[in-house]
C-alpha cells in the first residue's frame, strides 16, 4: 500500500510540473524565419525563405500561401537574409506582398499590378468615414493611380488616376511618396510630385491639382478652405527641409518651413484669397482663436481672418518662441517661452511686463525648459527633464526637490491613484501629497538590471513592474512584495529583434495595432525627457498650448503612441497579456516560457521551447502562443 502511494504521489508531483504539448504542429517548406501575429483578424503569418504563409490558430492549418520570387527569392537561395515581401497595411485587415495588396484572414487579391496597372504601391492612409485605406500606385514618372478599398468587404469604392508636376521618384529607393495627407468629413489633401491635392472623399473626384511645393496643408476652423504653407526649400529663406514635417505639441522645438501661405475653396477649388499671407519669418505652427487664425513664425506672431487673409491686428507680436494666443475679456493673452503677455483686440500691448506663467511659487524654469505639472489638493508637483519639484499650497518655498538623469532615469503616472512613479539607481519613489508619499518615503528596490524595466501595469493590490528577464510587485506605497528574476538560456538573446518587425516592414502605426496591442497592457516606463513631452500631448498640455491639435494629423499620432509602447530592438523574450507576463528563461536545465500570474506571482505554466533565440507571440484574444522551431511552427492553448 505504501509503495502504491508514494508511486502515485511521484506520478502526481511528475504530471504537475510537466512541460505542456502543442495543440498543433504545421510544418512548412523550410525554415521559418519569423512569425507575426495580426491582430485585427487574428491570423497568425508565418515567413521563410521561400514564402509567407497564413496560420489559422484553430485548427493549425495553412489557409493561404504567396511564394517568393525574383531578388529576394535570390538573396535567400544565396544564404543571404533577403527578408521578406510581406508587410502588412496598418490599420486595415490587409497585407502586402510585393505590390499585391489581400485580406490577410482570407488570403484573397484585392488588387495587383498586373490586374489593376500599376508599376508599384508607394503609400496608403485611412480614411475615416469610409471606413477604407486609399493606396496610391505609381504608374509613370509623374502618374499615378488611387484605389480607396473597403476593409469591411475588400471593395474598391473608387479609382481615380493623378498626374503631378515633378517626378514622384523611384520605387526601389523609397523615393515615391506622398505627404501631408489630411482630410476632414469630406475632403482629402495631400502632396506629391510638388503638387497640392484636394478630393472629393466621395467618389476621388479631383478639386485641386495645384503645381505648389507645400510644406504643410490643414482645412480651416470652418472646413470651407484648404491652406497650403510652402515648403521652406521653395521660400527665401534657404535651406531643404522637406515635407515630412509633422506638428507637434511642443513649439520650443518646431522646425520652421515657408514663409507664405494659400488658400484653396474646397468646394470650387479657386484660391480664397486675393493675395498670399507672407510672414517676416518662417511658419511655425497655427491656432484657431476667437474664429480667426492665428499664425506663429520664427520670430513672432499674428492673427488673421482666415476668411479674407487680411490681418486682424494692426501690430504683430514680436517676440521668439510663441507658443499660443487665448481669447479674454481685454484682449488676448499671448504665450511665448515660458511667460505671457497681454494685448488688446489690435495686437497692442497692455502689460508693460510679461508675467511668468507659473505664479506665486519660486518654481524656476529656463524658456527653454519644458516642463508639465500635476495638482493635487495639498499642492503641485512640478517635472522637467532634469529635475521634481514640490510645493505646498500656500507656500512659495517648495518642499523637496529631486535630481533627474535624463539618461538613465525612469518615470511614469498612475492615473487611478494619481501616483508620480520615479525609478532613479536602486530607489523607487512613488509621489503623492494628498496620501503623505514623498521624498522620504523612497525605497530601495535592488533590480537586476535597472535599464531593462520598461512595463509598468497598476493591479488591484499594487504595481507589476517588469522587464525582459525579470519583474517586481510593489504595494501602492512602492513597498516590496515580490521579485523574481530569469536567468537567461543565451547570450544571443541580449541583441534579438523582436518577431513583430516583420522584415523591417511594419510602420509605426502597424505597431500600434499589432504590436503594442499584443506587447503588454501596462503602461511605458520611460526617460524623463520623453515623460514630459508625453505627458503634455496626453493632456494637451497647459491652458495656452495650440488647439489646433484637432488638425493634428491622425497618422502622425498614432506614430507618436506606438513609438512610446514599441521599441522594434526590444528582446523577443517578454511578451504580455491582461494577467500573464510571460518571460524566456533557463530553469531546471531547460530552455522554457514560463507563464507568471501578475496578482501573486506564481507560474502557472512552462512552455519548452528548448532554444535560445526564441521567435513567438501571443495572442491574447484567443489565449494561444505562436512558436517558431525550425520548420515547424508550433500552437499551444493556455488559460
Known amino acids: 500500500m505504501k509503495t502504491r502511494l508514494l508511486i502515485l504521489l511521484f506520478l502526481t508531483s511528475f504530471l504537475g510540473h510537466s512541460q505542456k504539448e502543442p495543440d498543433h504542429t504545421l510544418t512548412l517548406d523550410s525554415s521559418i524565419n519569423d512569425v507575426y501575429l495580426h491582430n485585427l483578424t487574428g491570423i497568425a503569418v508565418a515567413t521563410t525563405d521561400g514564402g509567407v504563409y497564413g496560420v489559422d490558430g484553430e485548427t493549425g492549418k495553412k489557409i493561404w500561401e504567396f511564394k517568393e520570387t525574383g531578388f529576394i527569392k535570390s538573396l535567400n537561395s544565396l544564404g543571404q537574409d533577403g527578408g521578406s515581401s510581406f508587410t502588412e497595411v496598418p490599420l486595415s485587415p490587409f497585407g502586402k506582398f510585393g505590390q499585391t495588396i489581400f485580406n490577410i484572414k482570407t488570403g484573397h487579391k484585392i488588387i495587383d499590378e498586373k490586374a489593376n496597372g500599376y508599376k508599384g504601391i508607394f503609400s496608403n492612409n485611412f480614411v475615416f468615414g469610409k471606413n477604407a485605406i486609399l493606396f496610391f500606385a505609381k504608374t509613370d514618372k509623374t502618374a499615378a493611380k488611387l484605389f480607396l478599398v473597403s476593409i469591411e468587404n475588400d471593395n474598391i469604392l473608387w479609382e481615380n488616376a493623378i ?103 474646397i468646394n470650387t477649388g479657386k484660391e480664397v484669397w486675393k493675395k498670399a499671407i507672407k510672414l517676416d519669418e518662417g511658419f511655425v505652427d497655427y491656432q484657431f482663436e476667437d474664429g480667426k487664425l492665428f499664425l506663429i513664425h520664427e520670430d513672432g506672431a499674428k492673427l488673421y481672418d482666415y476668411h479674407t487673409g487680411k490681418e486682424a491686428w494692426k501690430k504683430e507680436f514680436k517676440r521668439k518662441k510663441v507658443k499660443g494666443v487665448e481669447k479674454t475679456d481685454e484682449g488676448y493673452i499671448v504665450y511665448y517661452k515660458n511667460k505671457k503677455h497681454l494685448v488688446d483686440n489690435n495686437g497692442k500691448k497692455i502689460w508693460k511686463k510679461p508675467q511668468r506663467v507659473i505664479k506665486n511659487v519660486d518654481f524656476d524654469v529656463d524658456d527653454e525648459e519644458e516642463f508639465t505639472a500635476f495638482s493635487y489638493d495639498k499642492g503641485t508637483i512640478f517635472v522637467t527633464p532634469y529635475r521634481i519639484e514640490y510645493f505646498e499650497k500656500g507656500r512659495k518655498k517648495r518642499v523637496y526637490r529631486i535630481g533627474l538623469d535624463e539618461k538613465s532615469d525612469k518615470l511614469t503616472f498612475d492615473k487611478k491613484n494619481k501616483n508620480l512613479i520615479l525609478l532613479s539607481g536602486k530607489k523607487m519613489y512613488v509621489l503623492n501629497p494628498d496620501k503623505g508619499f514623498g521624498k522620504e518615503q523612497v525605497q530601495k528596490i535592488d533590480f537586476h538590471n535597472k535599464n531593462d524595466i520598461t512595463t509598468f501595469e497598476t493591479r488591484d493590490k499594487g504595481y507589476f513592474i517588469n522587464g525582459n528577464w525579470e519583474y517586481v510587485m510593489l504595494n ?95 528582446h523577443s523574450a517578454f511578451k504580455a497579456t491582461k494577467n500573464n507576463a510571460f518571460f524566456y528563461a533557463k530553469k531546471d536545465g531547460k530552455k522554457v516560457l514560463v507563464q507568471v500570474n501578475k496578482d501573486s506571482g506564481d507560474t502557472v505554466e512552462t512552455y519548452e521551447f528548448d532554444v535560445n533565440k526564441p521567435k513567438y507571440k501571443i495572442d491574447k484574444a484567443a489565449k494561444k502562443i505562436y512558436f517558431r522551431k525550425g520548420k515547424d511552427l508550433k500552437i499551444f492553448s493556455y488559460n
Not at 183 to 203: C, H, M, P, W, Y
Not at 482 to 492: C, H, I, T, V
Not at 503 to 532: H, Y
Open 476 to 570: 501602492f506605497k512602492g513597498e516590496l512584495i515580490k521579485k523574481e528574476y530569469f536567468k537567461q538560456p543565451g547570450e544571443g538573446l541580449r541583441h534579438l529583434k523582436n518577431v513583430a518587425s516583420v522584415a523591417g516592414g511594419l510602420t509605426g502605426a502597424a505597431m500600434q495595432v499589432s504590436g503594442v496591442m499584443n506587447m503588454s497592457s501596462g503602461t511605458v516606463m520611460g526617460g524623463t525627457g520623453a515623460f514630459v513631452g508625453n505627458r503634455n500631448l496626453e493632456n494637451h498640455g497647459v491652458k495656452h498650448v495650440n488647439r489646433g491639435i484637432n488638425q493634428y494629423n491622425q497618422g502622425a499620432m498614432l506614430n507618436s503612441v506606438s513609438e512610446k509602447m514599441w521599441d522594434p530592438t526590444r
Open 163 to 265: 498626374k503631378t508636376n515633378k517626378k514622384l521618384g523611384s520605387l526601389l529607393s523609397g523615393g515615391a511618396s506622398i505627404s501631408n495627407f489630411v482630410q476632414n468629413d469630406n475632403r482629402i489633401a495631400f502632396s506629391a510630385g510638388k503638387t497640392v491635392f484636394l478630393l472629393n472623399k466621395e467618389d476621388g473626384a479631383i478639386i485641386v491639382s495645384e503645381k505648389y511645393d507645400a510644406g504643410k496643408l490643414f482645412f480651416t476652423e470652418d472646413n470651407k478652405s484648404l491652406i497650403a504653407v510652402e515648403n521652406k526649400s521653395s521660400s527665401l529663406i534657404g535651406g531643404a527641409i522637406k515635407a515630412g514635417f509633422t506638428m507637434g505639441l511642443s513649439l520650443l522645438g518646431k522646425k520652421v518651413i515657408g514663409k507664405e501661405l494659400i488658400a484653396f475653396d
